[in-house]
């Protein structure tokens, strides 16, 4: 179970963590987790150029050791890089210090102040522990959840769903990873496409 609009309940209970960017100008942000892995990302970085587009990627650190090659054409491009741990790890699940240190791990090669949980979840001690050993850190969740790793979602709902979901400012979760490929294929031109002619500007975190 899952919501494509985050609630603003949920947004006032975690007021530290950020959810969506200014609303008053026409920019949106397209944020992509769990890459990068062959295939699926570099078809990311294509489509994005297409349409002279700039994204941020929520990077597990496993797979940019994995794919130091795809890391770097990712950031050559003018994405901008951010921390998923380097294990995808379940923050409600794990204890504090292993989080940490998993944290830690994937800070080391990527070097970056934004962070977003695996599964957006993550205990408020861990929150204060990452803050700690990164003050300058920024916690990024997000506004709109694409759903493209739902299997039960034909490619064309996602589409719906993300259009319609969409305003100026959201942070939009999409997933470089093999699950989510046969939606993410499908919408992600066709969202690029109608984003551009509304007049919507996609910007980096
Ligand atoms: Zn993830």
Not at 38 to 51: A, S
Not at 83 to 97: F, M
Not at 128 to 156: C, E, H
Not at 164 to 170: I, L, N, V
Request: glycine residues 4%.
């Amino acid at each position: 179970m899952y919501l494509v609009k985050t609630p603003w309940i949920l947004k006032k209970l975690y007021p530290n963590l950020i959810w969506n960017a200014r609303r008053d100008a026409r920019s949106i942000f397209l944020t992509f987790d769990d890459g990068p892995i062959p295939i699926v990302t570099p078809f990311v970085l294509n489509t994005l150029k297409k349409h002279n587009a700039k994204a941020t990627f929520f990077c597990i650190g496993d797979n940019v050791s994995k794919h130091p090659d795809i890391f770097n054409d990712l950031k050559k491009d003018g994405n901008a890089i951010g921390n998923h741990t380097y294990n995808h790890l379940r923050g409600w699940k794990t204890d504090n210090e292993t989080y940490l240190q998993n944290f830690l791990q994937a800070d080391k090669l990527l070097d970056t102040p934004l962070f977003r949980p695996p599964y957006g979840r993550i205990k408020r001690q861990q929150i204060k522990l990452l803050t700690n050993a990164r003050p300058d850190l920024k916690i990024y969740m997000w506004d709109v959840l694409s759903g493209d790793f739902d299997m039960s979602l034909t490619p064309q709902e996602c589409l719906k769903n993300v259009l319609k979901h969409t305003e100026p400012g959201s942070v939009i979760v999409f997933h470089d990873s093999i699950k989510a490929f046969t939606r993410l294929e499908y919408v992600l031109p066709r969202a690029l496409e109608a984003w551009s002619k509304e007049g919507y500007t996609f910007e980096i975190l």
